[in-house]
Each structure stands twice: as C-alpha cells, then as structure tokens.
C-alpha cells in the first residue's frame, strides 16, 4: 500500500475546502489499516470516512486514513427480524437502498444523509424522528494503539441526541470498522409524523405507506431543501437543533409566538435550530464565494473557492447572533478541523 504524499483533500470533504494532507493512505481492509498504523506510529493521523461531518479550516500536517471497508451481509434471522452487519466504507444512503430493497425496515427515515457507515455512530445520526440508535446493535472498532478489535453494544456507546461515546470518553482511541443493525422483515413500525413527511406522502398520492414509500418522501424532502454537495460544497446540517428548558420555551414564546419545538421530556423540548437561524435572517444571505442556503438555514455552504476559516466565522457569527437574540446556544454538529 502506498502512502502519498502532498495529497488535496478537497475531493475527500463534501465542503470541498482545499486543504493539503502532508500524507495520505487508503486502507481497505483491517490488515491494511493495522498496518499504517503500525509502520507511522510518530505521525498525528486524520480518519477520514465520507468527509461529510467535518470542516477542514487548515493543511493537515500529518497522515490522513481513509477507511474503504466495503462489504453487506446478513449475519442472522428469522421471521420477524433480520440482523445485517454493513462495513465502515459503505455510503450510508447506499446501505439505506440496500436494506429497502431486500425490505429491511427501521432505517427509511436515514434517507439521503451524506456519509459512510463508519461514522454514523459517532454523532448517532437522525432525521424525521429516528436515530440510528433505534436499529444498531453493536459495531466492531480497532484500538489506534493497540491494534485490537473490540465489540461496543448499543449500551456501551451511551447514545445521546448527535452524541456517542466515540465523541467523549473514548474520543480518538478507535476506529469504527463495522456496524450491525437490527432490522424488521414485516410488522415495520411507520414514522411520519415528524416534519413534512406526511405531506409529502399526500403529494405522492399514498395512503397507506410502504417503508419505501417513505424512504422516496424523505428524499424528495431533503433534495428540496438540502443542495447536493456534488454541486455545492456543505456538510449537510451544520448545527444541532438546541434542547432548552420548557421554562425558557414559556418565556420566549411571549415574544416568538410562532416558535416551533418538539419534547424531549417533561422538562425539556428541542427547538429548530433553522427555525432560530431564519428569524435572525440568516437564511440565503451570501458573503463572496459562502454563505447560508437559501432553502435551509441549517446548511453552511461552500459556493467554490471559499476557506474552511470563512465558514467557521459565519457559524460563529450565527452563534453569537443566535445567542443575543434568544439567549439559546447552538452547537456545531459538524467536526473543525
């Protein structure tokens, strides 16, 4: 395997920001990957899955791993449940069609989100309702100092809403390598109630929903609103929709009236955090060559050319503005690099 060197890593960032790798690999396999790791144990190493949950802001200056595990199987079954384990190289949305097509359900809502398998787990991925939480079941992960493999069930990643354990007590210590997902084979349980699916499904004429059915709802949603990254650089939603207290909510809704929310608990709900965003009026504005897309104020976009630091200062204006005119913290989703 052959380690490059001086590599651009703008066609590995759905932001498309131009920033160099001093080196660069491409692992296939666990042996591969054990490998690199063993033979640059001195260099500072950058993982890179889909690159779409990250903003690049400088040259990386040391080895960028890109993990290309490939590979989709069922490893057990029966009438009602189906458990299929998918490598970290995979597409996300590839794997999404992959189970629709085989009738596999519990991940239709996941539709269309950038990404490889790899590191959905990490910030535990979702939309309209579900997260991956809902169907995983355990993955596999190597130790970066170590070199060995590990199992982590559901419980021991101690998912949270965009959050995992990959992202604190064990941040930077392993690799995803593999995820199994637990999936119905019939009896599938429909979630449309959340955001714009059930109108999507009237427009489609559907009353009575297949998961595939909602699957095309949700992508038809998110290609209205979100731009692909292969036209314009983004990473998809930029921020997390804040959880605030249902006293804070009272109170803010004597002076924002229409502010939506959804309940988290019996003291918490989530607030939009584009809903946030285009109120500050935000959303379409353009500075040069980046900005806010003007059908999601969640997205950051990359309109060609632009730098990873010019983004990361609109998302801190956005928060700072955001701050000052609802008292409510947004936190980036994406990883700054």
């Known amino acids: 395997m052959k380690i490059q060197k001086n590599i651009s890593l703008k066609p590995f960032n759905t932001f498309g920001i131009d920033v160099l790798a001093a080196s660069f690999a491409a692992v296939s ?84 989100i950038p990404g490889n398998v790899g590191t959905a787990p990490i910030q535990n991925i979702g939309a309209y309702g579900v997260e ?7 993955c596999e992960a190597l130790n970066i100092e170590s070199l060995e493999t590990k199992t982590f069930k559901r419980e021991d990643c101690k998912f949270e809403y965009r959050n995992s354990v990959f992202k ?32 999507a499904l009237e427009v489609m004429k559907v009353s009575q929903p297949s998961i595939q059915d909602i699957s095309k709802a949700v992508i038809s949603i998110r290609q209205q609103k979100l731009p692909d990254p292969k036209m314009i650089g983004n990473s998809g939603s930029f921020f997390k929709n804040p959880i605030i207290s249902t006293e804070q909510y009272q109170t803010l809704l004597q002076n924002f009236p229409e502010m939506p929310s959804y309940p988290v608990s019996e003291h918490e709900v989530k607030v939009p955090a584009g809903w946030l965003i285009e109120q500050a009026g935000f959303k379409g504005k353009r500075f040069g060559n980046y900005g806010v897309h003007k059908n999601q104020a969640l997205v950051l976009v990359n309109y060609g050319g632009a730098k990873g630091s010019d983004i990361l200062n609109l998302a801190r ?16 989703e994406v990883n700054i690099l």
């Open 317 to 332: 204006l956005i928060q700072k503005t955001i701050k000052k005119l609802f008292d409510v913290n947004i936190e980036a």
């Open 168 to 199: 604190n007590e064990v941040k930077g210590q392993y690799i995803i390598t593999s995820v199994v997902f637990k999936l119905t084979k019939k009896d599938h349980q429909l979630h449309i109630n959340y955001g714009a699916i059930r109108s």
């Open 29 to 112: 396999n666990i042996t591969e990957l054990q490998d690199v790791l063993t033979n640059n144990t001195k260099q500072k190493k950058l993982f890179l899955g889909g690159g779409s949950n990250m903003l690049l802001t400088e040259d990386f200056n040391g080895l960028v791993i890109k993990i290309g595990f490939k590979g989709i199987r069922v490893i057990e079954e029966d009438d009602q449940w189906v458990y299929v384990e998918a490598q970290a190289g995979e597409n996300w949305h590839a794997f999404v069609l992959w189970c629709l097509d085989h009738n596999y359900g519990g991940l239709e809502n996941l539709s269309l």
């Open 132 to 138: 991956l939480k809902d169907s995983f079941m355990s």
